[in-house]
């Protein structure tokens, strides 16, 4: 594993020989979770080890300890994002922050809208999140109230509660269920998640673009219906923008791109970063939380006992009301039953994709610049040398013995360094303040006549729970 170049040693990462034009690209056909074959290959290459799909070379980390090295502290180091065909065609040309290389100009896009979030979560200048969640329990659970029964689907509810949650904070709008502009808002989310999938041909040959083909109709497609909505509520709020009165994100990312100039006083901030940071709230405020929390309610229902401490808990806390963000200080159970639930289902198997920006080193490894990383946050998650009985949903993994919620660093589902979730604060209020809600008005138990949720994920990257029904009760 040790190669020359330039009459320097490297110490190469070991891994699986790879075929001409190729690469390893077999390993992804086998029908396999990809994150369940790189844990069996670091079993036997080690748990840093490297691979090439097409001619690019990939390095996978799969042990809490090279993570933390290459994401902490080397962060700058990993800290780009290999640059996709089709996701960049999604993205105006990598103007966002989720897909963005890491660029200065990238950093002053992640630097505004995660100050951007966090002002409107705190409420500079309008309400905070906070309240404004609490009150999207109160409807959320009133919908469901008329719906209780032996056999229930809450997935419209539990939908129209993420996106009126994540279009209040971007765009200061909710909707009802039957407005077409939040259907179509929820089916453009949907579809471009699906067409996030590794070692698409077109992406690994990008010289294929020149022959048609279904993946680019679809993004095309695609591009169109949700520009029709993020589009237009730009130029709306543009229109009637007001540096007095901030409404919202789009507002005060609008009021960020009046501002910025650089030295030579050129737009560093443009239209385009503003609508694809709003695109971004959604892709990882709605598409994110949403699969966490059926994820949380899946075991639940699995779980009716954790349900029973939830339910105690609140009722010493503060009774019967609806919980609020305030009360978190009072919800350590519940809020460690959310990590819980991040852990078991970790559904960002492998991490966002990174790519080193400079030659550079993990594990006394040699990692050249512009390598893709992946991280293999479900084995760091399921490793039992990280954590007692890891395969059981035990809200304990987060709690001391005095019952105080401690994280392990073991925790990654919101990955790490500068590239790390910047939504993390607003999707643990959505979590706890939903699931408090929910479980303060209802039990959630098997359906009568159902089989009890499936909690085994298909093969796909990002781990999804499949669809299922509950029995409803009021309590
Ligand atoms: C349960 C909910 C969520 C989970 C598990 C989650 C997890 C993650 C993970 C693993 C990454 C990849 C980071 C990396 O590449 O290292 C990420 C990135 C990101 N998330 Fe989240 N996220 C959640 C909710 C949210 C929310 C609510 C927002 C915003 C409203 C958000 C916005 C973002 C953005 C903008 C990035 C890209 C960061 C960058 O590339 O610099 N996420 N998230």
């Known amino acids: 594993f040790v190669s020359k170049r330039y009459g320097k040693q490297y110490r190469l990462p070991p891994g699986p020989p790879a075929l001409p034009i190729i690469g390893n690209l077999p390993v992804f056909m086998t029908g396999k979770a990809p994150y369940r074959v790189m844990k069996n290959l670091a079993d036997k290459y080690g748990s840093v080890f490297s691979l090439k799909i097409g001619t690019t070379p990939f390095v996978v980390l799969n042990d809490v300890d090279s993570i933390r090295e290459a994401l902490h502290h080397r962060s700058v180091d990993y800290a780009g994002r290999p640059c996709l065909y089709s996701v960049s065609l999604m993205s105006r040309n990598n103007c ?5 290389d890491y660029t200065p100009g990238w950093r002053l896009h992640r630097r505004a809208t995660a100050a951007a979030l966090h002002k409107n979560i705190r409420g500079v200048g309008c309400e905070a999140m906070g309240i404004k969640i609490t009150r999207e329990a109160e409807y959320f659970t009133q919908l469901l109230m008329k719906k209780a029964g032996p056999v229930v689907d809450i997935e419209n509810e539990l939908n129209l509660a993420i996106i009126n949650i994540i279009s209040q904070l971007t765009f200061a709008t909710r909707y009802t269920l039957d407005d077409p502009e939040y259907q179509a808002l929820v089916d453009s989310n949907q579809k471009f998640s699906s067409l996030l999938k590794p070692g698409d041909p077109i992406d690994v040959f990008p010289a294929l673009k ?7 109709r679809l993004v095309q497609e695609l591009i169109g219906s949700r520009d029709a909505i993020l589009q237009k509520k730009y130029d709306e709020h543009l229109a009637t923008f007001d540096p007095k009165s901030i409404r919202d994100i789009t507002d005060t990312l609008i009021a960020t791109m009046k501002e910025s100039k650089d030295q030579n ?16 709230m959604f892709l990882g405020g709605y598409e994110a939380t949403y699969k966490t929390i059926k994820w949380a309610i899946a075991f639940l229902i699995h779980h009716p006992e954790v349900q029973a401490k939830i339910q105690s808990e609140m009722t010493a806390g503060f009774g019967d009301r609806m919980p609020t963000w305030e009360d978190r200080a009072k919800l350590p159970y519940l809020e460690a039953t959310v990590l819980e639930t991040l852990r078991q289902s970790s559904m960002s198997s492998m991490n966002g994709p990174r790519r080193t920006t400079c ?49 392990p660093r073991a925790f990654l589902a919101f990955s790490l360094g500068s590239r790390a979730c910047i939504g993390s604060q607003l999707a643990l209020m959505q979590l706890i303040l939903l699931l408090g809600g929910l479980l303060q008005r209802f039990n959630l138990r098997q359906a009568v006549g159902e089989p009890l949720p499936d909690l085994e994920p298909g093969s796909e990257l990002v781990r999804t729970v499949g669809d299922y029904t509950m029995c409803l009760e009021v309590r």
């Open 359 to 407: 030659d550079t080193q993990v594990k006394g490894y040699d990692v050249a610049k512009d390598t893709t990383v992946f991280c293999n946050l479900w084995w760091v998650h399921h490793d039992p040398k990280n954590w007692k009985d890891p395969m059981s949903f035990r809200p304990e993994h987060f709690l001391t013995e005095d019952g105080k919620v401690s994280v």
């Open 96 to 100: 966002d922050i989720v897909f963005g």
């Open 265 to 280: 006083g050129n737009d560093v901030f443009c239209a385009d970063h503003v609508v694809m940071a709003t695109w971004d």
């Open 210 to 216: 020149i022959f048609p083909s279904k993946k680019l």
